[in-house]
């Protein structure tokens, strides 16, 4: 007996490496291709951003106030449609086909119903902002540009649930290579379209506005190309029996994606919230908040990544029955992000002076004091970008087990109650500045990563107690 168990015992621990290896193989198999499609992306975005400012500053000021009225309300539909990937890898892993067509059917409804009441917002945008208090002028600009942007809500939308699918069915590569392609093909569009080339009017902000919303719709029509004719997704037939509305399937996807949308909008709020702190403090400590804020959200793109690859394992494992696999797929994709974030955190505060520089210059006023506080905050933000990839990467894990209202709870407790809390108290009471924000960002960050870690240990043990 003490042979055979003395036996057993390394075989155990050779197939439990094996299964981690697999497992690390796995994730970074389909992190990589969707880190890149983030990164391109945010590419794009620095494209436009790059063209706004050659309009001057008050175009690049209107941008910002454009965006953030965007934003906030396609917010609701990126949170529903994202909603399809655990829906679908739970399908997937459960070998059923048609789940799987149900799920991005009703993704893609949501989104056209989604996509009219969103419009609204950026159709009257300018309204908005003049309730706001924001200048007249800044307004009326701003909604140029919204014009311009409104138009492409649902094929972004719809190329947003077309992704889910393709990543959930291990095959997120497509959309790279549309994200790719579509890059220099809407720097060429805002180019004709902003300075009105090849015969073409100057639309300016409009213009800008425009091409996104072309390209949207570009990326859509590409990414359903693939989805219907390439192999293995035309085996799904996604548009068999479109016209069929699925209600039982339509109401589990706002009960998963609602809280994802509530989510995403306290993040982005606590983060537009301590940019106000900074404003009240001075202009040097928002200009160096700026500076830091672009350093994080480029380095959270990669966890981003992986997040979305550790919901579509996890889901494969849930829908296979895998308690053990559910747990091993989530502690891998945690593992991996922290040690590419720490990698990356060692790279920015190595250099942060150097990103300092890059991004403001010598020629703005202020430039030294500026540019000395955003080294500091980078130093600072270091601990923020480690939790920051431990966050996404828990909270994409609980979304694999369509966990996503109690998670909902913690980022209202770690974000705000804690962290913009201690952000007012560190920021104006002590005497820290803006480096008494950031340190209460980082710690509200960290309490909410904390909280989803503990979340998802608690309920990938009652699976395998319970077995199933």
């Known amino acids: 007996m003490d042979e055979i168990v003395g036996t057993s015992s390394p075989r155990r621990a050779r197939a439990s490496r094996h299964h981690l290896v697999v ?21 794009m975005m620095t494209t436009d951003l790059a063209f706004i400012g050659r309009l001057g500053g008050q175009a690049v000021a209107a941008a910002a106030l454009a965006g953030t009225v965007y934003f ?14 655990p829906l679908a890898a739970q399908a997937f892993g459960a070998e059923d086909p048609m789940m799987v067509r149900r799920s991005l059917r009703t993704g893609l409804w949501a989104a056209l119903l989604l996509s009219l009441p969103i419009m609204v917002f950026p159709l009257r945008g300018e309204q908005i902002l003049l309730l706001l208090g924001q200048a007249p002028q800044a307004a009326r600009l701003a909604q140029n540009y919204l014009f311009g942007l409104a ?14 699918f393709m990543g959930a069915v291990n095959r997120p590569q497509p959309v790279l290579w549309i994200t790719l392609a579509a890059i220099p093909v809407n720097a060429l569009l805002v180019y004709l379209l902003m300075y009105g080339k090849l015969g073409l009017p ?3 902000l409009f213009g800008v506005g425009l091409a996104t919303t072309l390209v949207n719709c570009a990326t859509f029509v590409a990414a359903l190309w693939f989805a219907t004719r390439r192999k293995p997704f035309r085996d799904y037939h996604i548009l068999a029996r479109l016209w069929r509305f699925d209600w ?8 998963i994606g609602l809280p994802i949308s509530l989510a995403f909008l306290m993040e982005y709020g606590m983060f537009s919230a301590a940019a106000l702190l900074m404003g009240v403090i001075g202009t040097t400590a928002l200009a160096a908040h700026q500076i830091a804020l672009q350093v994080t959200a480029i380095l959270f793109m990669i966890p981003f990544g992986i997040s979305m690859a550790a919901t579509v394992r996890v889901g494969h494992a849930v829908g296979r029955n895998d308690a053990p696999g559910v747990r091993r797929a989530g502690l891998v994709a945690m593992l991996l992000g922290i040690a590419i974030a720490v990698i990356l955190t060692f790279v920015v505060v190595a ?7 890059f991004f403001l210059g010598d020629v703005t006023e202020n430039a030294a004091a500026t540019i000395e506080l955003a080294t500091t905050l980078l130093l600072v933000g270091a601990s923020l970008f480690v939790t920051d990839a431990m966050q996404s990467i828990a909270v994409g894990s609980l979304r694999g087990l369509k966990d996503t209202r109690v998670p909902l709870l ?6 705000w109650l804690i962290g913009f809390c201690l952000s007012c108290v560190l920021g104006f009471h002590t005497g820290l500045g803006a480096v008494g924000v950031w340190i209460g960002l980082s710690i ?4 909410y990563a904390t909280l989803l870690i503990l979340r998802f240990r608690q309920l990938t043990r009652r699976l395998e107690l319970t077995g199933s």
């Open 23 to 43: 497992e690390l193989s796995e994730t970074a198999r389909l992190a990589l291709p969707m880190a890149l499609t983030q990164l391109s992306q945010i590419a």
């Open 72 to 85: 906030v309300s396609f917010t609701f539909g990126m949170g529903l449609t994202s909603a399809v990937a």
């Open 151 to 164: 138009w492409g809500v649902a094929p972004a939308l719809w190329f947003m649930a077309i992704r889910s």
């Open 202 to 204: 100057r639309l300016e």
């Open 248 to 255: 039982p399937l339509m109401r589990q996807l706002f009960l």
């Open 351 to 357: 250099a942060r002076l150097d990103i300092a520089e």
């Open 410 to 415: 913690f980022a209202g407790i770690g974000y």
């Open 444 to 447: 509200g960050t960290a309490v």
